[in-house]
């Protein structure tokens, strides 16, 4: 079984998950969201000098990372763990590969937490949004995702203090992301502030 086989199958699986099950209020959590995650953490793994055994795990931790929202919003890292380990293990993945793949899942939940590389270059992926010049799109469509799915509604005052609060408190991980990504979320944070 090559790496790219098995990441695109994996890819392939989630993706017909996320379209036939993920509630159609995940605005920002959606198909879009995992293939930008997908490829930064390509982006990111390749940068940091991955081995291809390294890089295909962190590639299956960025499909599966918030696949749990097709269950659930508050706790879909644990969901997402769940499906990863079930269809990992349906593929007859090494045990030892699928803890580490689950590993990186978990260091996505905000306030992220990654304790090695691996985690951090999916942590660095799953925001690298936050260095796009379109990160407002992303900022808006985060907004009307929390109020239909929590209820939580913001003035534009208030969203854009928490977003820059967010922003000013946010760091990357990995020395591709300080390098590369910070620069140019500062940038933005400073346009659109």
Request: charged fraction near 25%.
């Amino acid at each position: 079984m090559s790496n790219q086989n098995i990441v695109l199958r994996a890819a392939v699986f989630a993706a017909q998950r996320i379209i036939a099950e993920q509630p159609k209020n995940r605005v920002f959590h959606n198909l879009h969201h995992t293939l930008t995650v997908l490829e930064g953490a390509g982006r990111i793994g390749r940068a940091e000098n991955l081995t291809e055994d390294k890089l295909e795990m962190v590639l299956l931790a960025a499909v599966f990372h918030d696949l749990g929202h097709i269950e659930c919003y508050s706790g879909h890292e644990e969901v997402s763990k769940r499906l990863a380990s079930d269809w990992l293990t349906e593929q007859k993945y090494p045990e030892e590969r699928i803890a580490v793949i689950l590993g990186c899942i978990g260091a996505t939940k905000i306030p992220q937490d990654p304790k090695n590389l691996l985690e951090c270059v999916l942590c660095d992926a799953d925001l690298i949004h936050l260095s796009f010049e379109s990160y407002p799109i992303y900022r808006e469509m985060l907004r009307s995702e929390w109020e239909m799915e929590l209820g939580l509604k913001y003035t534009d005052e208030e969203w854009i203090a928490n977003n820059n609060k967010f922003l000013q408190t946010h760091s990357y991980f990995t020395a591709y992301g300080i390098k590369t990504l910070e620069p140019k979320k500062v940038k933005i944070s400073n346009i659109y502030s």
